[in-house]
């Protein structure tokens, strides 16, 4: 089982619709990343949060750190968000090595 | 320019040549890491500089990769020997600070496919 999930792997929308992708992990946390990545492989990095909620224009990241899931959601959803979503920990034991999940590709279509 | 900067953007190499891949990292950057990446998969984290210190290479996979921070600046991933499977995309991140609750800033990688 991997130390990091994503779901779903895929994902496709209708240009304005809200949409969340789901992160679980199984290893204690000190921050949890996600990123965007588009086609060429370029990532930017969107939030970094150890608790609560984050958010930044139209995207919203929230963490629960009892249930070790974290949610990444995108409001009025427009076709230049279509990327890859991708979730990545760094663990209490090692806080500078990040764990990654493989990522929901979305695509949001006009 | 502001960001990470990684070359060459795609390199092919036969299989057996050795290949050097250079980043440079955003100035005053403390931590540098290196990461590869399948297709279809998440990045996977291959080894971890503090200004010229390498402080965790569990991640590269074989004793033909090498990396190096001379300066503490840009650093070079050397494969020698280079086989099919290690074509992947190779990033690198640079972040400000030592410990892990800095986010990382990443370039956009080189695609290194092995014939």
């Known amino acids: 089982k991997n130390e990091v999930e994503q779901s779903p792997q895929n994902l496709t929308a209708q240009e304005g619709e809200f949409i969340t992708i789901n992160c679980s992990y199984s290893?204690?946390?000190?921050?949890l990343h996600w990123l965007q990545q588009h086609p060429g492989g370029g990532i930017v990095s969107l939030f970094m949060l150890s608790s609560g909620k984050k958010k930044h224009g139209r995207l919203i990241a929230t963490i629960n750190i009892q249930e070790k899931h974290s949610s990444l959601h995108i409001t009025a959803s427009h076709p230049r968000d279509s990327a890859v979503y991708i979730c990545a920990v760094g663990t209490t034991y090692n806080t500078d090595k990040l764990i990654f999940g493989t990522g929901t590709r979305l695509q949001v279509f006009p | 320019g502001a960001g990470v900067s990684q070359s060459p953007r795609y390199k092919v190499a036969k299989r057996g040549q050795d290949v050097a891949l250079r980043c440079d990292p955003i100035?005053?950057?403390?931590?540098l890491f290196w990461y590869q990446q399948a297709l279809g998969q998440g990045p996977e984290f291959l080894t971890y500089f503090q200004n010229e210190a390498q402080l965790d290479k569990s991640g590269l996979p074989s004793d033909r990769f090498f990396a190096e921070r001379p300066e503490g600046s840009v650093s070079t991933l050397k494969i020698q020997r280079t086989q099919q499977e290690d074509s992947a995309v190779y990033l690198c991140?640079?972040?400000?600070?030592?410990?892990?609750?800095?986010?990382?800033?990443f370039g956009d990688g080189t695609r290194l496919s092995i014939l």
């Open positions: 290893v204690g946390i000190s921050a």
């Open positions: 991140a640079s972040s400000l600070a030592r410990t892990g609750r800095q986010p990382q800033h």
């Open positions: 100035s005053g950057h403390v931590s």
